[in-house]
């Protein structure tokens, strides 16, 4: 009931396109869905979050989809650049407490030129 | 301002060592959690300090320990490593305690346990 699945495990776009990451949870708990960007030899930093109270959420060319009744929500990169090949991770909390955040297994993300 | 540093990057033991790294917030940050980073499990949660006093703990075995100096300043043990215990370890600073929104990554230590 932990768990985060995210899928897919890796994905490839073309320049222009949309990238589509997408996470499912079980612990009706969680209020707090964080999106993370990890480019190599560098740590997560934190893009984008959302809180259960609204269904969409966006900034610039990210936009998090929430469906609380599915317990999904998803990470849509508009007008995907080659500048955000990077690996990216979903992730789940109560509140924004960090003893309880649990993370998917991350998605790695390659837009070709 | 400057970001979290870790030291060192890079690291090598050999099973039954043990392991110290280092971990500088960000200037003014109080707040330093660990995470351990595998390609198998993800990135989990090893524990928090705030203030020199650890606040949370993830469900990591006891040979994983950590401590905090006045400066903020932070150290993880590892004892008697295992090759699994091979993984990107990551630390985070923020200035609020227990608030992942907040807080920024350093790029991380890795260790190979051969």
């Known amino acids: 009931q932990q768990q985060v699945k995210q899928s897919p495990q890796s994905l490839i776009v073309q320049k222009g396109g949309i990238s589509i990451i997408n996470c499912a949870y079980e612990?009706?708990?969680?209020?707090?869905f964080p999106w993370y960007q990890q480019f190599p030899g560098k740590g997560p930093a934190l893009l984008i979050a959302i809180r259960p109270d609204v269904s969409e959420k966006k900034e610039g060319r990210f936009t998090i989809s929430f469906n609380k009744s599915a317990k999904q929500f998803s990470l849509h990169i508009m007008d995907s650049q080659p500048g955000d090949s990077a690996t990216y991770f979903c992730a789940a909390s109560v509140g924004s407490g960090t003893y309880k955040y649990i993370f998917g297994t991350g998605t790695r993300l390659k837009v070709l030129a | 301002k400057a970001g979290v540093t870790q030291t060192p990057r890079y690291l090598i033991k050999t099973r039954g060592q043990q392991v110290t790294l280092s971990c500088s917030p960000i200037?003014?940050?109080?707040?330093v959690s660990w995470y351990q980073q595998t390609p198998g499990q993800g990135l989990q949660f090893l524990f928090e300090y705030f203030s020199e006093t650890q606040r949370n703990k993830g469900n990591f075995p006891g040979r994983f320990s950590g401590r905090q100096f006045s400066n903020s300043r932070s150290e993880m043990n590892v004892s008697t490593l295992e090759l699994g215990d091979s993984a990107l370890y990551l630390c985070?600073?923020?200035?609020?305690?227990?608030?992942?929104?907040?807080?920024?990554f350093g790029p991380g230590t890795r260790l190979t346990v051969l």
């Open positions: 612990n009706t708990a969680f209020d707090y």
């Open positions: 200037s003014g940050h109080r707040s």
């Open positions: 985070a600073s923020s200035p609020l305690a227990g608030r992942t929104d907040t807080q920024y």
